[in-house]
């Protein structure tokens, strides 16, 4: 405290030079941080996050398999990760890539998610309301309660090797 | 002193400590990121760092293990002790907790030690210590599964004379074989150090896998000159349908899902030794089928030993887990034997498969979930309700065999002359023969459930025509035997 407040008297004394010096000293600690933390961002690959790029989703290894099926599958050719993955509205697709990218970021720096991965009921929805997206047409007559497994199966229960291809 | 401006300017020096503090943590917390991504990079572009030259005739896993150190850690666990439900990694005496046992191998080494084999780590150990080996003599044949053999075959057939080089590499294993079978045990284990080693799966050199146990090349190749349905092992139906040229190469035409069931079934399968030569020999040459092999032993005239109690020539199952696999559903739809016993792992970025070998049921999310996407506690229910109906149809036929034996006893002791027993004693060794292939097989009826259900159908049918066949062969007059005790729970 003895230190502190002869700090304080000080303070006074030269208190414009030393007000430049200390708003100097953060703004430049604030830089620092801003340039650390964005080329932590750049090193990860950040942006590309923001693509729909699917070489974006195996950056991390953890889809690899998942990548590779999808390059067998019969959807290879029509669609990416995206398209079936994230809603194609802009907030709700950015809100779901912000919700899995924080999910999917802890897990693979803490090392704590479960194996082997599995989708999440609330993807599961995003999933399903892609699959009748584009087959709207076939499936009009059977589609009734997209979400609700109660009264309505997802297309992948059978249909479950489209996306990425034979599971073994 | 003007205590509320030096007030304002305490608290304005608060704000900036708390802030360079905050941007101080901040700062640490993201360059621990950045150092957490730069490992995971580092992983996802070189995870195997060769610091030790292994060759072939490298059997210490110590070794290898500088170079792999992930897949040596996982393989050191299978030290580990752990029951499961019907089986699992600790030595408990199968005498003890099926009595029953001691009278179906009565005369042979099995009615004095039938301990549960231990994990990959005491393959040698529990050999040197079982009773089997210490009031019975055994041949160095034992020694080409429970070691690391190949190094010691290579060195022992160069002896022999078989030619040098490394194309000759079979040849020198095939004649270091038959000379180690050959010898007493007890001067051939002097000749090994190691529990299965890397060695024994894998091509130094290129780590791809290998199979180089000499009886498994004998006996797959018996089975790809059959015509025996392999869809399973499509290979084997590739090299007939190309007009079966020259032989049989697993290590050149399997391709690497069916090698990582290969590597395993070098070992855990059905054998017997072969003539004076106590040569190690699969029963493959007429199909994978119980009675297949059955019908092998047979035609050889071969039995492991004579009934004490009957005089039967009787077989000994061993532990049948590749041919009874090869009956199943996993099996044909295309599931390796490492796909549930040495799932894949993730460490890092780096994906490697366990070298941990053990039971499926103690590792269920790795190894039953990547293909079926439900909960952990609906998968252990289901393996262990088809456990359960096994173990069922398994005491079911314990007692089918007990009366047998009870039967030919009692027949036996009213004077029925031995020509008379013939029928009654070959009903047995079929019978016997049944049950102890799903007994000795290492997954309580799982890798094949209907099939095991049918060789136990099988096995009842025939003890109980034996029982009545020794009923029907008493002499006039002669009381029948008193039914048995059931030792069995429905």
């Not at chain 2, 290998?210 to 290979?235: K, Q």
Request: proline share 4%; glycine share 6%; aromatic share 10%.
């Amino acid at each position: 405290m003895l230190f502190l407040d002869t700090v304080t008297t000080r303070m006074k004394r030269v208190s414009t030079r030393w007000r430049i010096l200390l708003l100097l000293g953060l703004t430049g600690t604030l830089g620092l941080f801003a340039g650390i933390g964005t080329y932590t961002f750049y090193y990860a690959e950040g942006l590309s996050y923001f693509s729909d790029d699917p070489r974006a989703c195996v950056n991390c290894h953890v889809m690899r398999e998942h990548f590779d099926g999808w390059l067998k599958s019969p959807h290879h050719a029509v669609a990416t990760c995206n398209d079936c993955h994230t809603p194609t509205d802009f907030i709700g697709k950015y809100i779901t890539k912000a919700e899995n990218g924080y999910w999917h970021s802890k897990g693979f720096t803490l090392q704590d998610y479960h194996e082997p991965i599995m989708i999440r009921p609330s993807n599961s929805t995003v999933l399903q309301r892609n699959c009748v997206r584009c087959h709207q047409q076939f499936v009009s007559g059977i589609n009734t309660h997209v979400g609700n497994r109660r009264e309505m199966l997802d297309c992948v229960s059978c249909h479950r090797d489209v996306g990425h291809g034979p599971v073994r | 002193m003007n205590s509320r401006f030096s007030g304002r300017r305490g608290l304005a020096i608060w704000v900036y400590v708390a802030a360079l503090a905050v941007v101080a943590i901040a700062t640490f917390l993201i360059l621990l990121l950045y150092q957490n991504i730069v490992t995971r990079k580092a992983e996802a572009t070189q995870h195997v760092f060769r610091v030790v030259d292994v060759d072939d005739q490298t059997t210490d896993p110590a070794l290898w293990g500088k170079n792999y150190p992930r897949q040596y850690d996982s393989y050191r666990r299978t030290v580990d002790l752990v029951r499961t439900k019907y089986g699992g990694s600790e030595a408990f005496q199968h005498l003890d907790r099926d009595p029953i046992w001691r009278r179906i191998f009565a005369g042979y080494a099995f009615a004095v030690d039938y301990r549960e084999e231990r994990g990959h780590a005491y393959m040698l150990t529990d050999q040197r210590e079982t009773e089997r080996v210490h009031k019975f003599t055994q041949p160095g044949a034992c020694l080409q599964c429970h070691a690391s053999s190949i190094p010691m075959y290579i060195e022992q057939g160069l002896k022999a004379g078989a030619p040098a080089g490394k194309e000759n590499w079979e040849a020198q294993i095939q004649k270091g074989f038959e000379v180690v079978c050959a010898m007493p045990y007890s001067e051939a284990e002097k000749l090994v150090e190691h529990p299965v080693s890397c060695i024994d799966c894998h091509d130094a050199d290129t780590m791809n896998l290998r199979v180089s146990r000499p009886a498994f090349l004998n006996g797959i190749r018996a089975l790809a000159r059959s015509d025996y349905p392999t869809p399973h092992l499509p290979s084997i139906e590739r090299w007939r349908n190309e007009g079966r040229k020259d032989e049989y190469q697993p290590n050149t035409d399997a391709n690497r899902q069916e090698m990582r069931s290969m590597v395993c079934a070098q070992c855990h399968n059905e054998y017997y030794f072969k003539g004076p030569g106590k040569l190690v020999t699969h029963p493959w040459d007429n199909g994978l089928r119980v009675e297949q092999m059955e019908a092998y032993y047979d035609n050889a005239g071969y039995k492991d030993w004579t009934h004490q109690e009957t005089g039967a020539e009787v077989l000994k199952a061993q532990h049948p887990e590749f041919e009874m696999w090869s009956q199943g559903i996993h099996a044909r739809s295309g599931v390796a034997c490492a796909d549930c016993h040495m799932p894949y792992q993730r460490e890092g970025a780096i994906k490697v498969s366990n070298h941990h070998v053990r039971s499926p049921m103690l590792n269920v999310a790795a190894a039953c979930q990547s293909c079926h996407r439900i909960p952990e506690t609906e998968l252990r229910a289901r393996v262990e309700l088809i456990q359960d109906r096994n173990r069922a149809l398994l005491n079911r036929s314990q007692d089918a065999i007990m009366a047998l034996l009870d039967g030919v006893i009692h027949a036996k002791q009213a004077g029925v002359p031995d020509d008379q027993l013939a029928k009654a004693r070959a009903l047995q060794r079929k019978a016997q023969w049944r049950i102890d292939y799903v007994y000795a097989e290492n997954s309580m009826g799982f890798h094949a459930s209907q099939e095991a259900a049918r060789i136990l159908a099988e096995a009842i049918d025939y003890a109980r025509q034996g029982q009545v066949e020794a009923q029907s062969i008493l002499p006039v007059g002669t009381a029948q035997p008193k039914a048995p005790t059931r030792t069995g729970q429905d």
